[in-house]
Structures are given as C-alpha cells and as structure tokens.
C-alpha cells in the first residue's frame, strides 16, 4: 500500500492529467467527475435501452456538467456489473441500471449486497408489466378457456418465458397457484425467442413484457389473454387482470437507477432531481413509457426502499419454494 | 510425441474423473422432463474417459518416441519471456493502466528479447500504447483500466 | 410492379446525398469495428445509436445497417492477417486465410473474401426483398426440435475440422462440449462449474477464447522460433491481390452454397452468422474433392464462410423487420434503435413505414457495393502490414489480442481467459490437438443442450417428437446419414473388400 501511495505522489508531480482529476474532488457541486452509468447486460435488453433513453434526455437538455459515458459491464446475468457498484463504495460518479435482479442477486448468492446493505436506491422510474399471451389462432379465447383446458388435462399445456428462477418462470408459478393448474414451463433464452415460439405455435402460451408483444397484437398475430397487475393497464384497457378474473396475484419487473453505498447526501439529492426531470419530460412520456406501454413511477427514498422490501420477501418465498436458494 | 501424448492422456483422465464426479455430485442427472443438467456432463466425462484410454493405449504402443514435447534451449527461452512479460501484463493491468501497462510491456520485449535499439523501442513502445489508448477510450468509449497514474 | 416500385421508392430515398453520406461513415466504421478484436458490431451499433438521434429514422437505419455490413468484412482483415479473429464470424476464416497469408497469398484471400462478401450480400439483400414474409414464415416453423436437429447436423460436421489425428480431433470437441456446459443452465437454473465465481455464470465466452487459441497460439508458437521463416513476400499491387482463374474455379460453388446456407441459418431465430459460417466451412469441407487441402490454405475454406457471414448478416434482419423479433445482439440493438426513434417494429412495419423498410434496403446494396470499393482498393495497404518484421510485429499482436479481449466485456476476466486459452492454443498446435474442432463444439453445445431439453419438455412422446415433425425428422435423417455412412463404408470396406483381396 505503501509503494502505491508513493506512486501516486510520483504521479502527481509528473503529470498533469492526474493533478487535474485529483483536484476535481476538491472543489464545487457535484458532479465534479464524469459519471460512468454501468449497464450489468449486454447491449440491446430493456436496461441497455432504459439507461441510454435516460443519459440521450439528459445530455441533449445539458441538466449534467460533466460527461455521463454509458457502459455494459455483461455477465452472470447482471451479477458481474452489479458487484461491480457494490465494490465502489462511496464513489458517487458510478451508477447502474436497476432490475429485480438488485434483490434477487442477493438471495440466490449471486450479488454480495442488495439495496440495503451495499447499493444506494436512487428513483425506480417504471413498471414493466407481465402478461400471458396466445396466438391469435388459439383455441383459448380467453383466460377462463386457458385453465379450464388446463384443469381437464394437468402437465400438458406449455407456457413458454425466459429462463429459470427468472420473473417469468415465477409468474408462470403464481398463475399456477392461484389457479390451481399445472403447465409445463419452457425456458427459452431470450425474450426474443419466447416470442418466436410463441407464434411458431411451438408453446401454448408465453410470459411477455407488453412491448415484446404489443406489436404482434396490433398485427393480429397474437392475443392477451391477462395482465398481473392491480389495475388495467392504461394503453392497453381490453387486457383484463388476473385478479378481477379470480386468479389473484400480482407480478411485474420494476426499472430504475440504483448507485453504491454512501454516495453522500448531495449526489443521492442530484440524482433524485435529475432523474425526476427526466421522467416528467416530453419524451420520457413518449418515446419510452408509451411505446413500451409502461406504467411510470417515480419512487424515491422510503417509498422506493419500502417496495424492495417488500420484493425482497416475496422473492425470498418464492424462490425457496422453486427450491433455487441453495444453503 | 510419445512423452506428451502420455501426459496429456493422464491429464485428460484426471480431468475426466473430476469433471463426472462434479456432475454426478451436484447436477440431476435426470428431472420430471427428461435429461436434467448432469446428464451431459456425465455422458461427456464418459467420452473424455474413452478417448483419453485410447490416446494413452496408441502412446504407450507407440515405437518412435517422436519429437520433444518440452521447447528446449533458445526456443524455451524465448516462449518463457514472451509468456512471463503477458502474464505480468494481464496481472498488473488493474495497477499500471492499459496504456502504461502495454508500453511497458512492449519495451520490455522489444529492447529485452528482440534487442531492437532503443529509439525503435520508444517509438514503437510508446506511439502504440498512445493510439490504442486513444482509439478505445476515445472513440469506442471502452473503459480501460487505469491505475494508479491516470491512463 | 410492386416490386420495382417499392425498390425505386427505397433507391430515391438511398441516394440522397445525405443518406449516402451516412451509408459511407457506416461501412468505414463497421470496417474498422469488425477488424478491432474485442469490439463487434453490437457495440458498435449501441455506440452510433445516440448519433443518429438528431437523423430521420431511415437515416439512422442506413448508417447502422452499414456499419452491421462493414463490420463482417472488417473482420476478415486480421483473422488473415494475423490469425487473429476481429469479431466471431470470422474465426472460422483463420484455418484457411491465415494459412493462405503464410503462403504469400494473403492478398487473392482478403480478395476472395471481399468478392464472395459482396456477392452474398448483394443476394442475401435480393432475398431479403422479395421472400422476407415467407422466409419469416419459414423460421418460425424452427421450434427446439428443429432446432436440436440442425445443431445435431452441425455438431457431426465437426467431423471435419479433426485433422490428422482422429482421437485427438474427437477429444477436443468433448473438450469444447464440456467448457460451453460451465455457466447458468438456464432450464434447470443451475451454475454449473462456476466454482462461485459471478464471472463465470455466463459461462466461457467464445470470442475470448478463439482470440486466445488462434492469435495468441500463434503468437507464442511463433515466437519460440528464434529466426522465425519469414512469410512468403508476394507482390501486393492491386491486380495481384485480385484472385487468379483458377481461385475463381475452385471458389464459385462455395459462394453459392455458403450465400444459402449463410441466408438460411441468419434467418432462423438464436442461430446467426456466426454458426452459419461455421456450417458453410464444414460442408465446404464435405464436398471437396480435395479436403485434405483444407487448413492448409485452401481458398474455398475462406470464400465459404466469408460469403456465409455476410449472407447471414443480411438473413438476420429478416426475423426483425418482418416480425419485430431481433434474430441476433445486433438487431436487439437496432431494434432498440427503432423503439427510440419513435417506430415499433412488427409485422405491420412494412405497410405502415415503406419508406424506412424500402430505405434499408436499398442502402444495404449500395453499402455492399461501397465495401467492395473500399475493400479491394485498400488490400495492398492491409497487406503492407505483414512487411513489418515479426520481432516487431509479434508484441504488438499480443497487445491487439490483450485489448479486444478486454474490451468485450470491459473486464479484465476475458483477457485471462484468453492467455489461459493461448497457452492452451500453443499445446494444441504443438500436439496435433484441433482447435478449430473446440471452438464449434463450444458454440453448438449449448444450442443443442438447450434445444433438446426445451422438445423435451414440450413432447408428450419423448424423442420421439424429431420424428414427428417433417424438418426435424429430416434434418435428424441427415445427421444419422453423416454418422452411418462414413462407418458403413469403412465396415464394408473390411468386411468385404478385404476378403476378395486376400
């Protein structure tokens, strides 16, 4: 430790570069760096387009005075680029794209900390919604048609979504639950996938996010048959839910923003006013939440802690009895 | 030949072994649909087991005893410097940085091992480690490492 | 005609001075991705995606769909030249072309490659145009049973890549099987072989470790020689580096069969130009008259799989267009693209956005023809590379793998895997080990897994479903063909060839 420090006196008195940045933490607001924003996925998912929608509205309004770069740090489904934040501790120029994975890491032993321990929950921006899909040719009209034939010959239908012990795989567990069914769950690898089986007629029905899907219906390729939400989804009002149906549970991915621990009161209070301009923008409402028929949020603070919380839990029972905690 | 062949035949057996044992331990070999996450990985270790058999059965039949398989003299030399140096790069990237880290690096082997003079070796040295930090960090926007100097 | 109204429609809106200008820094950039270790053309496209923000939708297309076409010829550059795979597609490419630049032949390979690009791309574009709704028809027929049944195919081609010493050959496909089974299995949703390690769920990555097997191995099989033989000088003006007659002969067919395969397999959902150039190399291989020239720098080992990759580049869009389903990373970025331009692609985007869609195409002709422009024009420079002397020349490939290795991923894990597989590498070339045999086997292995347990699930009949369905059965029919008559005729060969000799 001793020789690097040394190094870094070394450094600066040569370069110039170093002395710059060092000085930067000194003086004025934050930012006082530029802002690195990690994508934990590889280009092209939800947070990929999430996280580059948020930095395109930042930059082209200027609300940041230092550089923000967005970078996918892929692997272990996330765990690698969130046990990255984890290890900035106290660095408040990093932060992330937030998924269920920030809580469900933690409980498969995936992630070395959740939002209470080692990450800094800065806004929870939306809500994507779930949904079970059909082809439009499908004999199952509607979702009383789907358990009935469900309920007549147990373990036959499919139901297809994207991994194991993933969200899909557990909502295809809740609908099971709370209908009192028994489907055979295929795993594909991507939501792409999910959805070419889906019309290929490979599975009965699929675990879709309304914007994978969304396009499909309007062609008349395919139908939704119930959304897991509490309420109706505002651009989608004919998708029933299953609670009004009689099968109730609810079941969604949440999207946001999340940073390290001990960021410091003045970069968490930055980023909660950026981020809340950004949300209230034009093209928030436009370009992401409606084309991807989102349901906006914009929880900070307890209330954004409370509802990990509250996920946390579910998870914690969920997937103990999908028997993917292991001791 | 022959030497290597019978090494790697054992090596490939120990891994073999290993890797069943792992499979059959902690992996399902068969679930409620059919075959489970070890099944595979058994069946693989099995063929791996054959084939190493028959790799270390041809090697101890084997007459010519064929080629060194250890580079020997100057060769070995020269492989060891070259592994060494990268391995030492890979090691220190977190601490040097990408750019520091890679014209050291090629100053290294270049006035070391292939006793180029030295304005070759800064040239070269330093004007690649300059443009491939340029075109990564700049224009691809890769985040290097960067150590304890700053790039 | 509809057609040629709506390609004259697409054209007009191609060759405005604007969108030329985008379809040209497209194929410049892709150029230079593909030929980048490490960077490939998803990342690429995630890093123009915010420059076309300020563009029409269809400017935007235009640009992003060149640079996806440029970055399958760049790639072509340094597996040639330097063993070293510029981005996946192109890994295959290395068994021949290298070989071919050893040999003084690297200009007639950049060459064929260029022209057997250009050739595949131009058709896979006429494809794309006039059959996307029933080709898309045609890949979602690819359920996991048809799936496992091409992979299976694919998988008994490996056969071919084995080399001299069959053992050795068949030990390090199983040594690839085993490596693609590390990582989350996601349809039980364990971490196999991961040790614990986060950085392992994921699994082995393919790029890290075909950099670290051709390049690295290479390199450090090169630099144990102390006076290394030096590469062949052959004269690099431009007609030399155009490929002789007799090239042409030996390669027309390849293009042929790799443009279809390539088209074929780009369009079908997970698969992409990557297994397509793969396949193309090792039925190549199959149908020579002369296999045994095959990694020694056979020029049909590079026309193949180059015409392969570009054609499935092209078939990958395909699935995105006509289905708003993206077929490969790239056309996920793309398709993000698209949702942030204000566009929601799916099957109505042909009807309710002609002129995007017939922009696009359009543009992917001109950019082929751009890129065979620039590719031909600027061999001689490429090859001028190879005149550096190799004490030079050697550490600066080491840095070239070291760099894209890590900027995969932006994490210094990959460029451990890739010296872990360049040692390797090393040992492999040394002991008569197949490379090439590996690598396949580590990307089809998990497809095929996958594959297999996904129809198992779906069955109600076991197996027995490959047999159900027509393609799968088909396919499977092949796959058992593959097996069964290299053997039969080695049987009969014994059994009664031998006995009316004796």
Not at chain 1, 270 to 289: D, F, G, H, M, P
Not at chain 3, 223 to 230: D, K, P
């Amino acid at each position: 430790m001793l020789s690097r420090r040394a190094l870094v006196a070394t450094a600066l008195v040569l370069t110039a570069t170093a002395t710059v940045t060092l000085t930067g933490f000194a003086q004025g607001k934050y930012p006082t760096r530029p802002i690195e924003v990690v994508v934990p996925y590889a280009p092209g998912g939800g947070t990929d387009n999430l996280m580059r929608m948020i930095v395109s509205i930042i930059d082209e309004n200027k609300w940041s005075p230092q550089p923000i770069t967005v970078n996918n740090r892929a692997g272990g489904s996330g765990a690698v680029g969130y046990n990255y934040l984890v290890g900035k501790k106290g660095n408040p120029h990093v932060v992330a794209g937030a998924t269920p994975f920030v809580v469900s890491g933690k409980i498969q032993g995936r992630i070395n900390a959740n939002h209470r321990d080692g990450m800094t929950i800065l806004m929870i921006v939306a809500v994507d919604e779930l949904m079970l899909s059909v082809r439009s040719d499908s004999p199952y009209r509607t979702l009383e048609d789907f358990v009935k034939a469900a309920k007549a010959s147990p373990a036959k239908l499919t139901i297809g979504g994207t991994g194991t012990n993933t969200e899909d795989h557990i909502f295809t567990h809740l609908f099971e639950e709370a209908a009192g069914i028994k489907v055979k769950y295929v795993p594909f690898n991507s939501g792409g996938e999910v959805t070419t089986a889906l019309l290929g007629g490979h599975v009965d029905a699929a675990v879709e996010n309304p914007n994978e899907v969304i396009a499909q219906v309007e062609a008349g390729k395919a139908r939704n048959l119930a959304v897991a939400a509490e309420k109706r989804m505002a651009d989608a009002k004919d998708v029933p839910t299953f609670a009004e149906k009689g099968y109730t549970f609810y079941w969604n991915q949440y999207r946001g923003v999340v940073g390290p621990a001990d960021m410091g009161a003045e970069a968490v209070r930055w980023w909660q006013e950026t981020l809340k301009k950004v949300v209230t923008s034009q093209r928030w409402q436009e370009a992401y939440i409606k084309k991807n028929l989102l349901t906006p949020t914009d929880w900070t603070g307890d209330e954004a802690n409370k509802y990990l919380d509250g996920l946390n839990s579910k998870y914690e029972k969920v997937l103990a009895n999908l028997g993917a905690i292991k001791k | 030949m022959r030497q290597a062949d019978r090494i790697a035949a054992v090596l490939l057996l120990a891994l073999a072994a290993g890797y069943g044992a792992v499979a059959i331990r902690d992996y399902a070999y068969w679930d409620a649909n059919g075959p489970g996450s070890g099944f595979l990985p058994v069946w693989l270790a099995a063929a791996l087991t054959g084939l190493g058999g028959l790799l270390l059965v041809s090697a101890v039949r084997a007459r010519d005893p064929g080629p060194a398989p250890v580079p020997r003299g100057h060769g070995a030399v020269r492989l060891g410097a070259v592994l060494a140096a990268t391995v030492a790069l890979v090691a220190l990237l977190p601490v040097l940085g990408m750019a520091t880290g890679t014209a050291l690096f090629l100053a290294v082997l270049l006035r070391g091992l292939e006793r180029h003079s030295w304005p070759v070796t800064l040239g070269v040295a330093v004007g690649t480690a300059t443009v491939n930090w340029a075109v990564f960090t700049w224009w691809l926007r890769v985040p290097f490492p960067t150590g304890v100097l700053g790039f | 005609m509809d057609l040629l109204h709506n390609l004259a429609l697409g054209f007009s809106i191609a060759l405005t001075p604007f969108n030329v200008l985008m379809a040209m820094v497209g194929v410049t950039m892709g150029t230079l991705i593909g030929a980048l270790p490490g960077v490939g053309p998803a990342s690429g496209v995630a890093l123009l995606l915010p420059l076309t923000f300020g563009m029409s939708p269809t400017s935007g297309i235009i640009m992003l769909s060149a640079l996806y076409a440029g970055s399958m010829y760049g790639g072509t550059i340094t597996s040639v030249l330097i063993n070293t795979p510029g981005e996946s597609a192109s890994v295959v490419t290395c068994l021949d072309g290298h070989q071919m630049a050893l040999r003084g032949r690297a200009g007639p390979a950049l060459g064929m490659a260029a022209i057997g690009s250009f050739l595949a791309g131009s058709v896979g574009v006429v494809l794309l145009m006039g059959m996307a709704p029933l080709l898309a028809r045609w890949a979602l027929s690819f359920g996991p049973p048809e799936t496992f049944a091409l992979m299976l195919l694919g998988l008994t081609t490996v056969t071919g890549l084995t080399g001299d010493h069959a053992v050795k050959g068949y030990i390090s496909m199983v040594l690839g099987l085993m490596l693609s089974m590390i990582g989350i299995d996601i349809v039980s949703g364990d971490a196999r072989y991961t040790a614990g390690l986060p950085d392992m769920l994921d699994g082995v990555d393919f790029l890290p470790v075909a950099i670290g097997l051709f390049g690295m191995g290479e390199v450090l099989v090169g630099a144990e020689q102390a006076t290394r033989a030096e590469i062949l000088h052959g004269r690099y003006g431009l007609r030399d580096v155009l490929p002789s007659a007799a090239d042409w002969v030996r390669s027309r067919l390849a293009i042929v069969r790799g443009t279809i395969i390539g088209f074929l397999v780009g369009v079908l959902p997970g698969a992409g130009p990557t297994i397509a150039s793969f396949l193309a190399y090792t039925v190549e291989k199959k149908l020579s008259r002369h296999p045994e020239e095959f990694g020694q720098g056979a020029i049909e080992g590079v026309a193949a799989p180059e015409s392969a990759n570009n054609a499935g580049s092209a078939g990958a869009l395909v699935p995105m267009l006509t289905l708003g389903i993206p077929g490969s990373a790239t056309t996920a970025v793309m398709m993000g693209g698209l949702m942030m331009w204000g566009l929601r692609p799916g099957p109505l985007l042909f009807e309710k956005n002609p002129d995007f869609v017939w922009g696009l195409i359009a543009s992917l002709y001109l950019a082929n023809v751009m890129l065979l422009v620039l590719n031909v024009a600027f061999i001689p420079v490429f090859v001028r590379a190879l005149r550096v002397p190799y004490g030079i020349l050697m550490p600066l490939i080491i840095v070239f793998c070291v760099t894209g290795a890590y900027s995969l991923n932006n994490r210094v894990w990959d460029v451990g895997q890739m010296l872990v597989f360049g040692v390797l590498g090393y040992a492999m070339k040394k002991l008569d080990y197949s490379p090439a045999a590996l690598t396949l086997a580590l990307v089809l292995g998990p497809l095929a897994e996958r594959a297999l347990r996904q129809s198992l699930i779906i069955s109600d009949v076991g197996i027995l479903i490959l047999l159900q369905r027509p393609i799968a059965a088909t396919l499977t029919a092949l796959a058992l063909a593959a097996v069964a008559v290299p053997v039969a005729r080695a049987v009969w060969r014994v059994t009664v060839r031998r006995p009316a000799a004796a």
